[in-house]
């Protein structure tokens, strides 16, 4: 099919990252292109293309991710101010269609978002 995208490779330690945390569902990394001073992005190892592909069996793993990016903050230090983004369809920017959480901290975050 489709094959595996590259965060699949990544998880699969086939592509070298700066993992900053992983558990047996989720793994997070940082940006290669960072867009703030912190800028990692939170990953289920389940290859899920995009939010608006996820089901309702998805439900536990999808509320565990946003949970996870508060631990996730709080290990870098950035709990008191940070932004999630999640990107869905090449429309909104997304370029890798395996589901990811943009943590964004560092510096001041406009609003509304470009
Ligand atoms: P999106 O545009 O929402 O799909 O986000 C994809 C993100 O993946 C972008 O911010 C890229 O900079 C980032 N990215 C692409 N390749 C890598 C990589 N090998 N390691 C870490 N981040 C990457």
Redesign the pocket.
């Known amino acids: 099919m489709g094959g595996k995208t590259?965060f699949s490779k990544?998880i699969d330690r086939e592509?070298p990252?700066d993992i900053v945390y992983e558990d047996d569902e989720c793994l997070a990394?940082?940006?290669?292109?960072p867009?703030a001073p912190t800028?990692v992005?939170l990953i289920p190892k389940k290859p899920i293309a995009m939010v608006s592909e996820a089901t309702v069996a998805d439900t536990a793993l999808l509320g565990m991710l946003l949970l996870k990016a508060g631990d996730v903050a709080r290990q870098l230090g950035c709990e008191e101010a940070f932004r999630l983004?999640?990107?869905n369809g090449a429309g909104a920017?997304?370029?890798?269609?395996h589901l990811?959480i943009?943590i964004l901290a560092g510096r001041p975050l406009g609003w509304p978002p470009g």
């Open positions: 590259l990544i592509i990252a990394f940082r940006d290669i292109n867009q800028h992005l983004v999640v990107n920017g997304q370029t890798v269609f990811h943009h």
